[in-house]
Structures are given as structure tokens and as C-alpha cells.
């Protein structure tokens, strides 16, 4: 018998008229999100008069007057119209005069109505209350399962209890039985009256994977490369970027944090660097709303002087306990979808949301974390303050070769380690007072500085599910003192989701993220000397206790003015930003048919980021005061309209959808700048002697309109075709000038094939067994406002108007986006039952038309010129192996391991730019036969034989001094500009161990990198100060190198063996010279293998909860960044870098490292 | 349902169509900057531009080369070439200056309003034009500025005669029209106040100069355009002179060049010797003797007659140089600019007369450029008068020579006395041109003084096949070399 069935919700669809102004209406976002729709109440006087209607109108008419639910069989009522006229009716009354010509009779239970028909009635129907219990696997109830009557929407939920109660109309019915994370059941009542329904978790088999658009798909449909990540990956670790716990733990992401401090930006690449000049951060899609995720760091702006400040890329606005899953969209077939701006890669973040029928749920997570700072543990102890092997004497303190640097404390000359043994003697520190001569050592002088950082962390969620929808709400509260004093990170979160089913078909999900972000005192990238600990540390002789730099004069001046002393940051510089972000979405589904299905998205995104900058007057940076204020406002929105399509004919099934979608992008800043505070402590322009004027940008600007299609062919479940398309239309690319070409086409096609399926193969071994192909396209949005001439004006000359050509760039004569085409192969295994499982690919992308800005001759009469000039590969393998060693009852060992190789290179570079290719940053460039961004300087010369060359000096004076015999050597360098290095390491990947006892879980990450270089800069300065281990060979004047000193000219070359001692001061330091030394002796491999993550987890055995309130209770222990089980750099850190952009070879010595312990308490109700 | 189904599908053809929407180009333009401009603030801009860049490839060079003056950081001293200076002149010119014009003589050209003002940019382009073809010799020319037009990025170099005769097609051209327009004032004028008939005026002067320039290659053609430049009226007082008018906001140029580490600006022996014995009283306006550096708190003593002023010297012998640039007067930021000093053109007048271009008195010529020079002075910052009694004094006792070769050797050395501080280029070429003043090369060097600057480096890496080409013409090096001269003073 076939049922319909009806209630009251049904009939009032909630439809917005205008669906585009949904998004601008996030305050109605809430209003809708909460429209619970309930059934009225059940009232017994029913008014009816109407004549010659169909009878199922005339039943929900008195659905809609008392709320009573009926059941029917669609053949039973359909074409039957009557015609009826009852005032202040019973139910009885209305329906005997509804039914009385009819051949229909009716029961009712519990205010639920059937009908039948009259001759079958009395003997099989029988309506029936069914009672049960839904429980899991070990026979725990699942509290809120939801238990429906098959061919209705009528249904309840489970109780507390698992327990649940439903009538049905007989003995026939089937009940389906569902659980979020479970695989549902149909249960047949036959005659039972009470059922017990056990539901089996859903396997990792039939996983369902997010993908493009946010479209969920059987992993075995997919073509290409995609990695899930659960959010308890990204919780649990809590960094404050969750993107940084995805680090050695995905194949082919390669997450890099530097050390900017919680909420920097993080450099996070997927297989390669793909652009020149754009961004290499992947696309954040965040609910299938692409986020403002820019990065705006400014390592090297005019801000120099503030050390390069990094504003944070965003993503750290995001609570990680707030996150369901993260999908990772590797190669380009994957991405396509998201055409332009998914060059590198899309990133799709999937949040948490109340689940249907669950009922109430409350979440409280509490989080505390240590910080500590991990000392340089291979800086010399040997040698003291001084030079020529010697502690300063009064004597040095007038020698004018010193410059009066001892005498004040400036310059580099009081921070020099070049003298004698650390033997106890006495010795002048920098603050004129004479004591013994032993080391400082770095952990001592850490423990000075450093104090121990707290992190807590408290979230608490609460979510509730009913039959139609649910809510999430979420609020969470960060508290990060770091270790470094003054600086301290805060987030505030409240994330408020609902779902909504009106009726049947339309469903609707709405959020709101809200957060704020505090970042006090954050660290500055890179410098020039104004103090960050990294760059001073080095540059601090050996034996000089660093809290000697925080002394002053009686006058409060600081008595060490010596540029690079951190106590200045500390206590006269301001570095706060504060990011206020309303992150929003808005996604209604309307299915049409059961095969044809619309959908809308909307999201919005403001991000509102003031900052103060502030320096008070002191005697050593900015002496007389800076006061800055920038504020940053970004927004960002998307809308996207689609419809999908499904049908299944026999052995082929077809899912296809289409759609169009518009984003907009804006920012506008504003930047205050003024010097000279008159008094220290008011900060207010009207305090500062000199105010620049303002500095105000509406740019970038940009919109981009797009179309986009999609048809997945699948053939007897075990071969899969699908081809996408989008076309895209920059704003970015048009201009008032001809020949500009707006838009651009990303199609792609991919190919799976489950060929244990297809040839059906004994799975008793090969389990599963999936080959698959891909090729795609994607691009990178172009920068906008660049395709025309624009004008600025000048201050007036003698009352006349003057303006000039912006920048002197000449817009380019055509732009197109950079293009990435990708092609993949890849293979997943599975064996012995899914023990073991194995995913391999291998990829070729081809990166086209990168944007580069060119110096051009000024005889053009402009200097510079936009202009699409090169090209490169990235290609690489990727390989991810899981599996259970050992699977019993009560233990479990799962092993999971990554590992992948990428290799760039720069295949061509258009001749306008020069062999030379183009400068990055310090010694980091680009030349065609190089990869990206590489390491290029100086070498230490070799002859012809390939022996080391050295050249005498006096070790007392150096080279310059012609009057005093040489006595010593250094090697001699080679100025010609050589290749030293990639930065990009040729293997990355991790391991990761779990343990499972019975409610004991323990696990521990190992990850590395191998290949790759980074030229350290502050390992020149450790050399040049004589503080690094380097510089110990030869300090005792004995170490006579192996090499040959040429007698002849340079044309001439005539070599000899060597003779004298090397002398490591004046080869490092010179004198106060760092440059006799060539840029290979700052490369190092940046090789590293770390044990960066172990957690120890104990979750409560329900046996003590029972009767209780409490759902699970879960403590763990978790510490990361350990320890580095290899690692080739000396002193710095390999991960870190000045910049997270193109600048990423090079480091300026930055922080040192930390490890963290965390302490984390999980408590559900 | 069916209207959720309307309005999604609407949604979708909207979106669709509005993929070719009309308004991303002006979507696309920056919001922060100006789209569409008065084509006279951008004249004005390059006239402005003219004088206020870095004057250091002046002073480096030009100063040190015609004896002018010292500094230890001049290259030009020891006549070896660096690239700074080389890249700061090629720079300091084809950037600020013919940014503007390059861009804004197309606009003005269609602009019946603004003819005037077409004309005037098409006479300021040649005229920083022939500054850099001076400098260089063959330059690019007819390929320059057309970046944006034609998507030249690597203009080809033009031989400087072809240069010169373009000038001259350009200045005639400017005559006419302004001729024409009369009535039209030039817009974004910060010369004349928009007067189109000073505009020709200084255009019929520039015809001058570029007629004098070509005695040596083209004697003919210089008799030719120094009788049409007459003829077309060149100016005739020092009110029609092109002065910029500077400002702390725009200020002139050699108070940068002088405030960045030129303090010890001294003034060179030879032309405080050649100005002690003469007698003239520009010696206290031109220098001062200081005791130490103007920025480390230098003062200027006040010499009652220039027996104590003391220029530098290459020989030992001679007493420490004492006379700096008279700071007061160049290094302020308001100090006016004279672009192209009215004496100069009474030289000049006097010049072609002498050589028989014209007729004329050469003497009454000669008189009125130092005249005019003198009174000129009075416009500096610090308004220096020499008055007319020093005038006539010093006219009186430098009486032009009875034979032709001795009153163009003074005249010229005249010309070289007047051009200092402003005009030092335009002095290097009229020495170059006419062997005036005869200046001993400096002991120690090479002994050649340079008539050429190498090209900059930076055209070797963004240009190199076109300046390579044009190289072959200065013996394939780029330096200071005998064969490198520039066309006219072969």
C-alpha cells in the first residue's frame, strides 16, 4: 500500500521574492534561521463549506484548521470531489460528511488519521504503536537517531535514551532508521511492538568526499586527487591557525609558519609554487563561500623600518573546534571548478552544524597550553667579548678604529665575541663594569628574557536538532601570552548556524561566524635592528648577560644604543592589531523534482583591521616618537545560483548541474603617520610635531562574473567520466583601451575506473583497486587596476595645476591571467579488507602567462611595464600509505604516512626581463633553468684543479694595511653570481603512529623535508660576531688550510701551497666588515626531520556516565614541536622565513623556536 | 515552486548575460587616481620637472669639465665616467620631463582650443630633447614616448642629425601655430603666464642655438636659421627669458644637488682667476668665502674685494681653495631657475654676426649679454644688485677685440662666465662648438676634456641591440674616448 502523508508544514514554503538580496540581509540570515515552524494546535471545531474540490484539498483544509495527520493511499482519494458544508464540527462529524458517498472509512489514533478503503478496512488495518530503542554497535543508545515511517515524512526522534515511540499504520509499514555518521536501516514491524534497532557506523569505504562547489561524491566517482581531513585534526592540535596542524600530515601541502606569532599568515603550497608574482596560497572556500584569505604581508614595504609586519592572512578569524572537515583540492582537474584563483590549489572548509533529529547537545571544551622557548643550542661558549683574541681594554675605548662604539654602546663593536678564552679573568661587560669572564650561554640568557607562554582556550557549543532542522551556536574565547614579554594574542568567536527544512523540498542553511582578534606586540618579520630578539641574540657577545641591554642612565636613557636591543621593542614600540570579521553564508536548496535540484549560495565577508603603530621617544630607534594608526577594511562577497541533475538509467548513471556565479571584492584603507611625540604617553595627532598627510586607497577593487557547468558519466558504478567547464569574466582584465579580452574558459575531464569492480577481481587480497586520470585548467585571478593610464595630481607650482602619469608604468598593450594546465595520474589500493590502503599520483603542471612587472628602458619615456612573461612546470608524486598493523578488541596500531616530491622549474622568461631574470628579494631570484625564487650569490674561489684559493691578510688590521707584514689567510671569493640553491625541499612528508587501548589513545607525529636550502643571514652575523661555532676553527691561530695562495696576477695565476694560519676573524669580521666572507658560506640545507606532534587521549568509560547528564568526557595531552631528530642548519630555524612570499629562501635570523604542551578537556551532555 | 524555479532561472540568464558586462572597465580603473586630466597641468608638470631633478650629472660633469668648480665627489674632475651619472642624466630627462610631453602632445594636437598650448609642448620637448642629444649624441627620438600608442618598448636610436632636423621641422611648425593662435593663451604656462607670443619668442631663440650648433657639420644651414631665428623675433630682454619659479613644495634642483653632500661646492681657479682679473662683480654673487662646510655650520665671511678669494687648484703650490658656491644664492629651495638665460642669445646674435650670418653690430650685442646677465642676477634668492656703474666699469675695462677669431674667443668666454650655475650643459656644448673658453685639461688625467657621456647601463640590459647599435658610432666603447663626439662637433 502506498502512503502520503501531510502535515502542516508543508503548505507554508518559505520563499524570499527577491533571492539576490538575500545576502545583503545577513541580519535576516538569523530571523529565517529561527522561523521554527510548528504545527498548530490541535483544535476540535472544524468549519467547512465548499463545493465540487478534490477530497485531498478538502483534508488539508482541516489539517490546516486542527492539525491532524493523514494517512491515504494516493489511488484511494484521487479524483474524488465532493461537496461539503459542517460549522463548529468534531473531527468525526467533518470527516463522516467528507467520506459519506465515498468508498472510503477512517480511523484515527493519536490524532493521526487513516484512511481506507471500506472493504479492506476491518480486517487489515490495524493501526499499531511500535516502541523500540536505537543503539550503535556496542549496544550505547544514540540519543535523537531519527525513526521514520517509509513513504512519509512522519517520524520521531529518539530520546535521551536511544527510546523511541511510533504509530503505524499496520503491520506492513517499514520504519527507517538514521543516525548522522551511521549507515541508515529499514526495519520491517512485522509483528513486533518492540524493536531494537542497532545501526553500524558508516565505513570509511563509502566515504563521502566534499569536492568542488561543495559537491559530496563517493570517492570512488572521483577522477583526481582529493584529501579529507577531519576537523578534529585541526581541534585538537590547537594552533591558532588550524591550517598549521595540517603540517606532515597531507600529501603535497607543504605548511610553512613563520615566526610571525598566532595569527600571522601561514605559507601553505600545494604541490609547488605556481605564480611568479600572484599568490601562492591556495583558494579558502569556507561553506562553499570562497573567504578573504589575502595575505598583505609586507616584508619589504617603505615599513622597513618596522621590521616588515605581517597583518595576518585571515585565517586564523577561524575557531578550529568550529571546523567538521577540510578537503584539500590538490590539482587542477579538482579546482577547475573554481577557475581563476584556484591556480594553486582550493582548500574547502566544511564547519559544524546541528544535526536533524538529534535533540539537544552541549559541548564544552576547555584547553590550556605551555609555551616554551627553545634555546640556540650550538652558539660557542668558548670565547668572550673582545677582539684579537683579547677582552676590550680601557685602552679600546679611545681607540678611534671603534668609533666611540664601546664607549656608547652603539655599533656592532660591544657586541663582538672575537676574544679570548672564557678562563674567569676579568673583563670589561658593555656596562663598564669589570667581572670574570665566563659565558652567557644561550639557555641562560634565554631564561632571562623568555618567560613561559599560556595559551587557553574555552569553547562552548550548543546544538539542537529537530525533525525539520537544527542549530549550532558557538562561542569561544583564545588567550595567548607568549613567551616573548608584552606580546599576546586574543580571539573571540560566536558562530550561530541553523538549518531549516520547510516541507519536503526546501531546505536552508544559514551562518554567521563573528569573531575578533587581538594581536599585541606581534613579531616583525624581518628587520633592521629595531630589536626583534632573533636579530639581536646573535649579534650579543658570548659573555654579556642580555638583561644588560634593558639598563639605563639615571636619566632613563638606555645605556646600550647599540640598535638591535629587544628590551627597546619590549617597552617603547606598540605593534597591536585588532581584526573584527563577520564571516557569513547563506545556502537554500529547493529539489524540485527528486532528480532536479536549485540551489543558492551567498556568502559576505567584512574584515575591519585597525592597527597602531606606535614608538615613544627614546634614545636609540625612532628618537623622537612615531605614531601610525592603518585601518584595513576588506570585503568580500560571492553568490552563486545552480541547478543539478540525477537520473539513472539501468547501468548508467548521469549527475550533471550548471550555474552561474558573481563575486566582488573591495578594500579600502587608510594610513595616519606622524612623528615627533611631545608627550610620550598621548597618543593623538595633535601630540606629533609632524603629521604626514594621510594615505587613503579604495584599490584593489574587483569583480568577476562566471559560468560554470559540470556532467559526471558513471557506467555500472565502477567507471566514472565527468568534464567540466567555467568561464570566467575579470573586471580585472578590461579596460577602456582596445584589445582587451575579459574572459577566460577552464574546462577539465576526469576518469575513474574501480577496476577490481569492473573485472571483478578476487577481493580477498586487492580489496579495491582504482586507477584514475585527470586534466585540467585553472588560473590566478589577475591583479586589477592595471590595463589603464591614470594620473596623479601634485602640490600646485606657483598657483598652476600639476599632475603626472601614476608610477610611470605603461598599462599593458593586453593581459591575460596566469594559467595553470594540469595533468594527473594517480592509483588508489586497498588490501585485505581495507588493512592496508594505498594512494598514489603523479602530476605535470604547466604554469603560463605569468604577470610580471618589468623595468623597461626610460627612453620609453615610462619605467616600468605589466606584461605576461613567463612560464614554468611544477612536477611531482605524491604517495599517502594507511593501515591497521594490528586490529583487535580492545587495541588497535594505525599507521599513517605521506610522502611527496615535487620538482620546479622556470622553463621561460620573456626576453625583455633580461638574462639576469628578476629579483625577488635579497638573493633570491628567478632565472629560466632554475626553480622559483632560488638562492643566488657568491662562492669562495676554487682554481683549475678545484683547490681552495686563499689570500694572505694581516690578522691584525686585515688587508688594507700594506705596512704590516701578512701573517694569516682567508679564503677568497669568487664575486661572479653563482646558483646556491632552491629553497623548495625535493621530499616532504610525516608519519603518524596511533594507538588505541581500550579508552586510552596515544599517537605521535613525525614529519620532515628533505632537499631544498635557505640562505640563514643570520649565520653571517653569528660569524661576524664570533658567536657562532664556525667561527671557532683556527681562533688559536693553529689551523693551517689545505688549499693555495696565488703568487701571480688574476690573469696570471701562479699558485703555491699555504703556509700560514687561517684567520676566522678577518675572513668574518674583518674589522667590522661582514663582506669578506661569500654568500655559500650562508646557505645550508634545509633538511629536517622533527617530531612534531604527540598526544596521549583518555575518554571515560560510559559505564561511569550512565545516569548522568554527560554524554563523553575526553582529556588529552598533547605537545608539539618537540624536537628535531635531524636537522642541518645550524643555530636557526629550517621552517622559518622573512617572508611566507617569492622571499621565501631567505631568513634574517628570525625567532627561535618553541615547543608547546597543551592540556585539552572535552566534555559533551 | 514554479516561481522559485522562475526567479533561479532568471538569476542564472542574469548572471550569464552579465558576464559581458558594460561596466568592468570603468570597474577597472583606480578608484584612487585621475583618469582624465587638464592637459596643461601636465605641461606644466614637465616644465616644472625640467629644473627641479637632481642636478648632480650637471655639476659632476658639466661644472667640473668647463673648470667651474670642485668636489671631491665629482668623476667629472679626473674625466672618468660613471654610470651614475650617466643613468642620472638619461633618467632625470626622459622620466619627469617627456613622460608628460610624450603623452600630452597627441592629446593637445586634436585640441582646436588648446593650440597654443600644442604648440608650447612641441617647443619644451625639443628643447629637453637637445639637452639629451647634446649629452648622448645618437638617441632614441622618433621611437620614444610610443610605449603606450604603438607598444614600443625598445625604441631604436635616431642619428642626431636626423634629431636636429626634426627640431628645426618642429620649431618652425610651433611658430606657425603660435603665429596663428595668438589669442590663445598656453595653458598650464609657468613661464610667460600663457603669453603665445614670448613662446615664439623663445622658440625663435632655440632655432638660434640650433642654427649656432651646426657651424662646424653645417655652416650653410647655420647661416640659415640664425637669419630665420632673427627674423622670426628671438628674445629681447630678460623679461622674456623661461624662469621657473621655484618653491619649498618644487624645489630647484641644485638646492638638492648642494644639501647632498656638495657643501664643499668649491669654486675652480680658472674661473675665479679668468673673473678676479677681469674685474667682475659677479664673483661676489657666483661665490663666498667660507670658512668650513655650509652643513657643518659653515659661515661666509665678507671679503672686501676678491683678492682673498682663492679658487680650487691641482697644484700644490697654490693656497687652499677658500671659495664655495655662494649658497645663499643657488642652494635655496626657492632660488629661481633659469632655463635659457636671454644673454646667451645676445652672444649668440653677436656671434653670427661676427661670422657673417647676419648684420649687425656685433659689440651692441655683446654689451646688451652682459647687460642682461648681470641685471638677470637680480632675480637669485637674496636679490644680489650689481649696479649700473659696476656695469659700465666692467664694459669699459672688457671691451670686445678688433679681430673676428678674438671676439668670438670672447665673446664665447663671456657666454661660459654668464652660464654659470644654471647653464653649465648648455656651456659644455658652446665650448664644444666654438673651442671657447681655451681650457687646459687637468694635469694628471687623460688630458682630454670629454664631449661625450657614455650611455647608461641600464639601456645595455633593457635595450642593449638598439644602443649597441648606436655605440658603433662612438668607437663601440661606452666611455670617454677620442671618437666620442657627438655629430655637430666632429
Known sequence: ?1165 | MKNSLKSILFFVVTAALSGCTKNFPKYNLNPDAITTIDPGALLSDAMVNTSIVDMFPRTAYCHAFMQYGYANDWPGNAYVATDDVSQRYWNNFYRPALNDLEYVVPVLKARTDLQSTYAAARIWRVFVYQKLTDYYGDIPYSQAGKALSDKVFTPAYDPQQQIYTDFVKELRESISILSNNANQKVSGDQFYGGNAAQWKKLASSMLLRIGMRLIKVDPTQASTLAKEAIADGVMSSNADMPVLLHNAAAPNGFNFTLNDGQNDFFLHKTLVTEMKVAGDPRLFVYGGVYNTFIANGGTKATPVDTTQFNGYSVKASDPAPNTRVNYDAFGQKDTPFFDFAYAEVEFLTAEAIVRGYITGSANDHYQAGIRAHMQSLSKLSGNPVITDAQISAYLAKNPLPATSEAQIAKINTEFWVAGFVFDADEVWANWRRTGYPVLTPTPGTSGVIPRKIPYPQSEFNLNNANVTAALANYGGTNNFNAKARVWWDK
Open chain 1, 1 to 1165: 500500500m502506498k502512503l502520503n502523508a501531510f502535515s502542516t508544514a508543508i503548505y507554508k514554503p518559505w520563499l524570499p521574492k527577491k533571492i539576490l538580496l538575500v545576502m545583503k540581509l545577513t541580519t535576516l540570515f538569523m530571523v529565517i534561521a529561527f522561523m521554527q515552524c510548528s504545527a498548530s494546535a490541535f483544535s476540535q471545531k472544524i468549519n467547512l463549506d465548499v463545493t465540487n474540490v478534490p477530497l485531498k484539498q478538502v483534508l488539508k483544509e482541516i489539517n490546516k484548521q486542527n492539525g491532524y495527520l493523514f494517512f491515504y493511499d494516493t489511488k484511494d482519494v484521487r479524483n474524488k470531489n465532493i461537496t461539503i458544508k459542517v460549522k463548529d464540527a468534531s473531527v468525526d462529524e467533518a470527516l463522516n460528511a467528507c467520506l459519506k458517498n465515498l468508498p472510503l472509512t477512517y480511523k484515527i489514533v493519536n490524532n493521526t488519521v487513516f484512511l481506507q478503503e471500506k472493504d479492506n478496512a476491518v480486517t487489515s488495518v490495524v493501526p499499531l504503536n511500535i516502541k523500540g530503542k536505537v543503539v550503535d554497535e556496542k549496544g550505547a543508545p544514540l540519543p535523537g537517531a531519527s525513526i521514520k515511517l517509509k513513504g512519509t515524512t512522519l517520524g520521531v526522534t529518539a530520546d535521551a535514551n536511544g527510546a523511541f515511540s511510533i504509530n503505524v499504520p499496520d503491520d506492513k509499514s517499514i520504519l527507517i532508521v538514521s543516525f548522522v555518521g551511521f549507515t541508515p536501516k529499514e526495519v520491517a514491524v512485522a509483528n513486533n511492538t518492540f524493536l531494537t534497532v542497532s545501526l553500524s557506523e558508516s565505513g570509511k569505504l563509502s566515504e563521502v568526499v566534499v569536492t568542488a562547489l561543495g559537491i559530496k561524491k563517493a570517492e570512488k566517482q572521483l577522477g583526481y586527487s582529493i584529501s579529507q581531513v577531519g576537523g578534529e585534526e585541526v581541534s585538537l592540535t590547537r594552533e591558532p591557525t588550524f591550517i598549521n596542524a595540517l603540517e606532515g600530515k597531507v600529501a603535497g601541502l607543504v605548511v610553512q609558519s613563520p615566526p610571525n606569532g598566532p595569527g600571522g599568515s601561514s605559507r601553505v603550497i600545494l604541490r609547488g609554487n605556481s605564480s611568479f608574482s600572484g599568490s601562492n596560497q591556495p583558494l579558502y572556500v569556507v561553506d562553499g563561500v570562497p573567504i578573504n584569505s589575502s595575505t598583505r604581508e609586507n616584508s619589504d614595504d617603505g615599513g622597513k623600518v618596522y621590521g616588515g609586519s605581517d597583518p595576518g592572512d585571515g585565517l586564523s578569524s577561524i575557531n578550529p573546534d568550529d571546523i567538521e572537515s577540510i578537503s584539500v583540492l590538490k590539482g587542477a582537474s579538482a579546482a577547475a571548478l573554481y577557475g581563476g584563483g584556484a591556480q594553486a590549489g582550493v582548500i574547502l572548509i566544511t564547519t559544524k552544524k546541528g544535526k536533524k533529529g538529534q535533540g539537544l547537545g552541549i559541548s564544552f571544551n576547555s584547553n590550556t597550553v605551555l609555551e616554551k622557548m627553545v634555546p640556540y643550542d650550538d652558539l660557542q661558549t668558548e670565547y668572550g667579548r673582545g677582539y684579537l683574541g683579547r677582552p676590550y681594554t680601557a685602552a679600546d675605548y679611545s681607540d678611534p678604529i671603534f668609533y666611540g662604539q664601546l664607549a656608547d654602546n652603539s655599533g656592532d663593536a660591544p657586541g663582538w665575541s672575537w676574544g679570548g678564552k672564557l678562563d674567569g679573568r676579568p673583563f670589561i661587560d658593555i656596562d663598564g663594569k669589570t667581572k670574570p669572564y665566563v659565558s652567557q650561554s644561550a639557555a641562560k640568557n634565554f631564561s632571562r628574557f623568555f618567560k613561559t607562554g599560556v595559551t587557553t582556550t574555552n569553547s562552548l557549543a550548543f546544538t539542537k536538532g529537530t525533525e525539520n532542522g537544527s542549530y549550532r551556536v558557538s562561542l569561544s574565547q583564545t588567550q595567548d601570552n607568549l613567551p616573548t614579554p608584552g606580546e599576546k594574542y586574543e580571539r573571540y568567536n560566536a558562530v550561530i548556524r541553523a538549518t531549516q527544512d520547510y516541507g519536503s523540498r526546501l531546505h536552508t542553511d544559514f551562518k554567521i561566524d563573528l569573531s575578533r582578534t587581538l594581536r599585541k606586540n606581534a613579531p616583525l618579520l624581518r628587520g633592521d635592528g629595531r630589536g626583534s630578539f632573533g636579530l639581536a641574540y646573535p649579534r650579543i657577545a658570548s659573555s654579556t648577560d642580555i638583561t644588560l641591554l634593558d639598563d639605563k642612565t639615571p636619566d632613563g636613557k638606555y645605556l646600550s644604543t647599540y640598535n638591535a636591543n629587544p628590551y627597546v621593542q619590549i617597552e617603547q614600540v606598540t605593534n597591536n592589531q585588532t581584526q573584527n570579521r563577520i564571516l557569513s553564508s547563506g545556502n537554500i536548496t529547493y529539489d524540485i523534482t527528486s532528480h532536479l535540484h536549485a540551489n543558492l549560495v551567498a556568502g559576505y565577508d567584512y574584515i575591519n583591521t585597525p592597527a597602531l603603530f606606535v614608538v615613544r621617544p627614546n634614545n636609540v630607534i625612532n628618537t623622537n616618537g612615531v605614531y601610525r594608526t592603518t585601518t584595513i577594511e576588506q570585503q568580500k562577497s560571492d553568490v552563486r545560483a545552480m541547478l543539478s541533475y540525477d537520473h539513472k538509467f539501468s547501468d548508467l548513471t548521469v549527475n550533471a548541474f550548471a550555474g552561474a556565479e558573481l563575486q566582488n571584492s573591495q578594500q579600502y584603507s587608510l594610513d595616519l603617520y606622524a612623528e615627533g611625540l611631545a608627550d610620550p604617553n598621548l597618543l593623538n595627532f595633535s601630540n606629533a610635531s609632524n603629521v604626514h598627510p594621510p594615505t587613503e586607497s579604495h584599490t584593489p577593487r574587483y569583480k568577476t562574473n562566471s559560468v560554470f557547468a559540470d556532467v559526471q558519466f558513471g557506467y555500472k558504478e565502477y567507471l566514472f567520466l565527468e568534464l567540466t567547464g567555467r568561464n570566467d569574466w575579470y573586471s580585472a582584465l578590461a579596460s577602456t583601451r582596445p584589445n582587451f579580452k575579459p574572459n577566460l574558459f577552464y574546462p577539465s575531464a576526469n576518469l575513474s575506473f574501480v577496476f577490481t569492480d569492473a573485472l571483478k577481481l578476487d577481493q580477498s587480497v586487492l580489496s579495491f583497486g582504482k586507477i584514475r586520470a585527470s586534466i585540467g585548467q585553472t588560473g590566478s585571478n589577475p591583479t586589477p587596476q592595471l590595463t589603464d593610464l591614470t594620473f596623479t595630481l601634485k602640490p600646485p607650482v606657483n598657483g598652476i595645476t600639476n599632475a603626472e602619469i601614476t608610477g610611470a608604468t605603461v598599462p599593458p598593450p593586453s593581459l591575460k591571467p596566469e594559467t595553470t594546465t594540469e595533468t594527473e595520474l594517480g592509483t588508489e589500493l586497498k588490501f585485505f579488507q581495507n588493512r592496508i590502503s594505498v594512494d598514489f599520483a603523479y602530476y605535470y603542471k604547466k604554469s603560463d602567462n605569468f604577470l610580471l612587472q618589468s623595468t623597461i628602458s626610460n627612453a620609453t619615456t615610462y619605467n616600468s611595464l605589466y606584461f605576461n612573461a613567463g612560464s614554468m612546470y611544477n612536477r611531482g608524486v605524491e604517495l599517502a600509505i594507511s593501515g591497521s598493523p594490528v586490529k583487535s578488541q580492545n587495541f588497535t596500531w594505525n599507521v599513517g604516512f605521506n610522502a611527496a616530491r615535487n620538482k620546479n622549474m622556470v622553463t621561460a622568461l620573456d626576453p625583455a626581463i633580461g638574462a639576469n631574470g628578476i629579483s625577488h628579494y635579497y638573493n633570491i631570484k628567478s632565472k629560466v633553468g632554475y626553480p622559483l625564487g632560488s638562492i643566488f650569490g657568491t662562492t669562495f674561489l676554487k682554481n683549475a684543479q678545484g683547490q681552495d684559493v686563499y689570500i694572505p691578510v694581516n690578522s691584525r688590521y686585515g688587508t688594507s694595511d700594506a705596512s704590516q707584514p701578512n701573517d694569516a689567510v682567508i679564503k677568497d671569493v669568487n664575486n661572479n653570481e653563482s646558483y646556491l640553491g632552491s629553497p623548495n625541499p625535493n621530499w616532504a612528508g610525516g608519519i603518524t603512529n596511533t594507538f588505541n587501548y581500550k579508552n586510552f589513545s596515544f599517537s605521535f607525529l613525525i614529519d620532515g623535508q628533505f632537499g631544498g636550502q635557505i640562505y640563514e643571514a643570520g649565520a653571517r652575523w653569528t660569524n661576524y660576531f664570533g658567536n657562532s661555532q664556525a667561527s671557532l676553527v683556527g681562533r688559536d691561530g693553529n689551523y693551517i688550510p689545505n688549499g693555495v695562495i696565488n703568487t701571480g696576477t688574476a690573469s696570471a695565476p701562479v699558485y703555491v701551497k699555504n703556509t700560514l694560519p687561517f684567520s676566522p676573524y678577518i675572513q668574518y669580521n674583518d674589522g667590522g666588515n661582514a663582506d669578506k666572507s661569500a654568500d655559500e658560506a650562508h646557505v645550508f640545507s634545509r633538511t629536517f626531520v622533527k617530531f612534531r606532534q604527540i598526544s596521549l587521549g583518555y575518554s571515560l568509560p560510559q559505564s561511569l556516565l550512565n545516569g548522568s547528564h554527560i554524554r563523553s568526557v575526553t582529556l588529552s595531552l598533547i605537545a608539539r614541536n618537540l624536537f628535531y631528530i635531524k636537522k642541518n642548519l645550524p643555530t636557526f630555524d629550517p621552517e622559518a622565513s622573512d617572508s611566507i612570499a617569492q622571499g621565501y629562501g631567505y631568513d634574517s635570523g628570525a625567532l627561535p623556536t618553541s615547543r608547546t604542551f597543551g592540556f585539552n578537556l572535552n566534555v559533551t551532555f
